[in-house]
Structures are given as C-alpha cells and as structure tokens.
C-alpha cells in the first residue's frame, strides 16, 4: 500500500481573494471523509456561508393591521 504524504499548500479563497493554508491535516480530513477536491473558500468565507445556507427562512413581516 503506498504512503500518502500531505504538505501545506497555500490556496486563494474565491470570495474574498485571501490568502489560506490548506494545511496537511486537513487535507488528510478531507481524503478522509472522500472529499476529492481542495476548498476554494477561506475557512472565515466557508463560515459564513454554512451559517447562512442553514439560517431558516425568517417569515415576511405581515403589514395587514
């Protein structure tokens, strides 16, 4: 069975343009779970859109009074 070695890589989040390492325990996390593509988002970017995709609906306010 061949040996997987990680090293750091520098990526550039494709939100805000900063540049993130993508660190060896994370790419070993990422083989892990099967994940075959590198992110393209910065971990604070990648944040805020989870936490906005599972932010629920907020119902429209009901101006009938």
């Given amino acids: 069975m061949a040996m997987i070695f990680y090293r750091d890589m520098e990526l550039i989040c494709r939100s805000c343009g ?3 390492i993508f660190t060896a325990g994370e790419q070993e996390f ?3 779970k099967g994940f075959l593509n ?4 910065c971990p604070k970017c990648r944040n805020r859109r989870d936490n906005q ?3 629920p609906e907020s119902p429209a306010e009901d ?3």
């Fill in 18 to 20: 900063a540049t993130f």
């Fill in 30 to 32: 990422y083989a892990d």
């Fill in 38 to 41: 590198e992110p393209t988002r």
């Fill in 53 to 55: 995709r599972r932010r």
């Fill in 63 to 65: 101006d009938e009074s």
